[in-house]
């Protein structure tokens, strides 16, 4: 069973630019999450999509927007970049949304905007 | 609105000594409460999760906790700990409403192990 993967790894990107993220969601998933881990924090909830539609948002503006497409790999887009953007990005998928299902989190995508 | 505190940012102990993370919660509503591991340049993994059932929720590496609704706590133990069992340890609530499906999480307790 292949876990989640996401891409790139590393991105550096300058203020003002745009950058999309990548997530392939555990075979079986049909949810994803996104969150955000600034350096010696704790994840915060971006928004979380389920068969396709969002499925709860967070607080953070509508530069942050995201797609889900029917295999349920889902991207995460940012507009607009700013300093405080710079983050290690989280996508998770959990086999359906509910309060209690496990999320299964990939290793991350470390954004630093210069 | 839901809101997690893990009391100490950094908890240092020797190796066969007992581990304590402290995390306390704040919810309107019963909780699912969930504790997760972070190695360094990875992604996070489920140690457990409370889900209502048994308040002594059993984990993975030999990690438990105990859910106290009185005490608005869910702080996870280890009997010995190894050196392999540094990390950063997060404590997390499940929400609902709007931002259904969210983890809130704490700020996260760096464990540290010397031999």
């Known amino acids: 069973e292949t876990g989640v993967t996401q891409s790139p790894t590393h991105l550096i990107k300058t203020r003002g630019q745009q950058v999309t993220l990548r997530c392939s969601s555990q075979?079986?998933?049909?949810?994803v999450s996104w969150y955000q881990q600034a350096l010696g924090q704790g994840p915060q909830f971006i928004f979380q999509?389920?068969?396709?539609?969002?499925?709860g948002r967070g607080n953070f503006p509508p530069r942050f927007s995201g797609l889900q497409f029917p295999n349920y790999s889902s991207e995460l887009n940012v507009n607009a970049l700013e300093l405080d953007d710079s983050a290690l990005y989280l996508c998770?998928?959990?086999?359906?949304?509910?309060?209690?299902?496990?999320?299964?989190f990939g290793p991350g995508t470390r954004l630093t905007v210069l | 609105a839901q809101s997690v505190t893990q009391l100490g940012s950094h908890v240092s102990v020797s190796e066969g000594a007992l581990v304590l993370l402290r995390c306390n919660y704040s919810?309107?509503?019963?909780?699912?409460l969930f504790w997760y591991v972070q190695y360094p340049n990875q992604g996070l993994q489920l140690l457990l999760k409370?889900?209502?059932?048994?308040?002594l929720v059993k984990g993975i590496n030999g990690f438990e906790a105990e859910f106290k609704k009185s005490e608005t706590s869910f702080h996870l133990t280890k009997p010995s700990a190894h050196m392999s069992d540094a990390a950063e340890y997060f404590c997390?609530?499940?929400?609902?409403?709007?931002?259904?499906?969210?983890?809130?999480f704490g700020q996260g307790t760096i464990l540290t192990v010397h031999p």
């Open positions: 998770a998928s959990s086999r359906t949304s509910s309060l209690y299902n496990e999320q299964f």
């Open positions: 075979s079986g998933h049909n949810t």
């Open positions: 999509y389920y068969r396709e539609e969002e499925n």
């Open positions: 919810s309107s509503v019963p909780p699912y």
């Open positions: 409370y889900t209502s059932a048994a308040t």
């Open positions: 997390a609530v499940s929400a609902g409403g709007t931002s259904y499906g969210k983890l809130t």
